[in-house]
């Protein structure tokens, strides 16, 4: 799988209501031209592996791309960093983000040593907390106009999860 690949789903002409309405929680727009997309990716490479990393997630079997994964606001000092994913639409319900989101998590805690996981969620995004909260993350509170979504600002619900947590039963955590 390409880093090109990995987010193309983002930026074809097909679907794309569903993919607006799936990116209407990231504070990035729907790509509409294949060089926004491909620029994206360049900035993925080139980013900073100590405070950003992107992983695209492909289908075993045929390599496809059926989403993204990613941590960012690193803060390598105090061993955290935020995480975000995003699915295609039409592979959602699936199971792609329990076991995309809980390599990641594995990776950023036994592979990294990191100690505290944040996600921030909008309080209507029914799907990210669910998925959230299955992954073992505890709610800690709401902030308030956190993020800023194309003039508009948006509150947040701050999740969590420490390495010395329990580790979450999503029968997916404990493989390599
Ligand atoms: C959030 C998102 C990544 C979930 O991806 P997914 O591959 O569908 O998630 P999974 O199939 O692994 O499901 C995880 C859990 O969430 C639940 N879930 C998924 N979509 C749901 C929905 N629309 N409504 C209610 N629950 C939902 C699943 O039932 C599952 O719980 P269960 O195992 O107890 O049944 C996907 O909906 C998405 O890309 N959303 C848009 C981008 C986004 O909001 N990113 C997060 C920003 S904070």
Wanted: proline letters at 3%; aromatic letters at 8%; charged letters at 30%.
């Amino acid at each position: 799988m390409t880093g090109l690949q990995g987010i193309e789903f983002v930026g074809q002409a097909t679907q794309r209501q569903n993919r607006r309405r799936a990116m209407r929680h990231w504070n990035t727009p729907l790509h509409t031209k294949r060089i926004e997309t491909e620029r994206a990716v360049r900035r993925f490479i080139d980013c900073t592996p100590s405070y950003y990393r992107f992983w695209a997630v492909a289908d075993k079997t045929t390599d496809r791309c059926l989403g993204l994964v990613n941590y960012h606001d690193g803060h390598i000092r105090n061993k955290r960093v935020a995480i975000g994913y995003i699915v295609d639409p039409a592979h959602c319900r699936q199971g792609v983000a329990t076991e995309a989101v809980s390599a990641m998590i594995r990776f950023c805690f036994q592979d990294l040593g990191l100690h505290r996981l944040q996600a921030f969620i909008h309080p209507d995004n029914a799907p990210s907390l669910k998925l959230i909260e299955k992954l073992g993350f505890r709610r800690e509170g709401l902030l308030r106009e956190n993020l800023r979504v194309s003039d508009e600002w948006r509150d947040d619900l701050l999740y969590a999860r420490l390495s010395t947590d329990r580790p979450a039963d999503t029968g997916s955590e404990g493989r390599r």
